[in-house]
């Protein structure tokens, strides 16, 4: 890749951000910078340059128009390889970025607020931010575009040893689209709110966000695919949240069978045990201990038991972990293990260990989804016994 010679950056979030800046001044760049940034920067001791006297137009409307020009827009649209284009920028005196780290105004934080006012949210909807990295990223072969503080270091080692590939640039440019997309439907449902009544449950459009969690061996069967998605910041105790201990990766079927087993578990209050198979349940129980709990949900069915998927809602001891391991187990989920117990389980080196944390009692919003080939069904989550 071509030497840096141009860098913009505008962040909300300035996580890293200095020695992002640092790291590019480093390597020859001009850094153009506005408002907030531009003083973090300089503070920092990075030599800026405002967009304003870059652009040769002021800040007006209280902010609200900074980046909206055509030195910056043009400086990352125009392509490189496009003699046209080299030319034109010449002609206007508009000089290529080469790199945009931008990150966009805190609208999310901004609507949690309590009681936040209509006018504080609207004021906190970007709109050069995402103008700047809609245009960056559709020029991604010629301009290296940061959304997520994450892929600072890597760019600036890319950028450092001139390996900034065409994969790396399309992840970048994924990365926006995807970020943008989120930001986008935030806003369209928080006015869809006000515009309906903040009771609104179900939105017009449904814009549903999820990571790609990891790749599963197969589906449901040996000739399905398969892949695990996890609900971005949701922070519910789950089985999408919890932390494999031991064992062998988890399957989709482990995933489905865990899920139930769980939130069967955790609709009492009681030491409680659930087990699953097949997403059948075959026994669930109470206890004064989760030994106890567990041997008599074990008992409703045995034959069904073997092999299946065991929830607790309680942390695992070791008591209750010697009943485990007597009998063929695929998963066992809790909200903790002892030390012994843990050591006891892992005798069984195929057995799947998943720690969801604590069980928290506050019951979070959400919804329950169920797919239809062309649609879904939508409902609140029962949080009723």
């Given amino acids: 890749m071509a030497g840096i010679k141009r860098a913009l950056i505008s962040v909300s979030d300035k996580t890293g951000v200095v020695d992002m800046a640092k790291g590019l001044e480093a390597l020859g760049a001009e850094i153009l910078s506005t408002g907030g940034t531009a003083k973090t920067l300089r503070k920092a001791g990075v030599t800026v340059t405002d967009v304003a006297a870059y652009t040769g137009s002021p800040e007006i409307l209280d902010g609200r128009v900074k980046t909206l020009h055509p030195k910056i827009h043009g400086g990352l649209l125009g392509r490189r390889s496009v003699p046209a284009h080299v030319e034109q920028m ?7 970025i080469d790199v945009v780290v931008v990150n966009l105004y805190p609208f999310e934080a901004t609507i949690a607020k309590p ?8 004021e906190n909807i970007d709109i050069g931010g995402p103008s ?8 991604h072969e010629d301009v290296l575009v940061v959304v997520d503080p994450a892929d ?3 760019v600036l080692d890319a950028a450092k040893t001139g390996t900034a590939s065409r994969e790396l640039r399309r992840e970048l440019a994924m990365k926006v689209f995807q970020h943008t997309a989120r930001y986008d439907s935030l806003i369209g449902g928080y006015l869809e709110k006000q515009v309906q009544g903040s009771e609104v449950k179900f939105p017009t459009i449904l814009s549903l966000q999820f990571e790609r969690a990891e790749m599963l061996r197969y589906g449901e069967n040996p000739h399905q695919q398969g892949a695990f998605y996890r609900e971005l910041h949701s922070t519910e105790p789950s089985v999408s949240r919890g932390k494999i201990l031991h064992g062998k990766a988890m399957s989709y079927n482990n995933f489905l069978d865990a899920n139930s087993a769980l939130e069967l578990a955790k609709e009492y209050d009681e030491i409680a045990v659930a087990i699953i198979k ?12 989760p030994v106890e709990a567990y041997v008599k949900a074990r008992e409703t069915d045995p034959i069904s038991a073997f092999g299946g998927v065991i929830a607790f809602n309680r942390p695992v001891d070791l008591a209750a972990a010697k009943e485990i391991t007597s009998t063929f187990v695929e998963v066992v989920i809790a909200p903790g293990f002892a030390d012994d117990a843990l ?3 892992k005798r069984k080196k195929d057995l799947r260990l998943l720690d969801v944390g604590p069980l928290t009692k506050v019951k979070q919003e959400g919804f329950d989804l169920k797919k239809l080939v062309g649609g ?10």
């Fill in 90 to 96: 010449k002609q206007q005196g508009i000089g290529p």
């Fill in 115 to 122: 009681h936040c006012p209509f006018e504080e949210a609207i």
């Fill in 132 to 139: 700047m990295l809609r245009s960056a990223a559709k020029n």
């Fill in 152 to 154: 600072y270091q890597r």
């Fill in 278 to 289: 097949h997403n059948n349940p075959c026994g669930v129980a109470l206890g004064a201990t």
């Fill in 343 to 345: 050591a006891e389980l």
């Fill in 376 to 385: 879904l069904i939508v409902q609140d989550r029962d949080h009723q016994l």
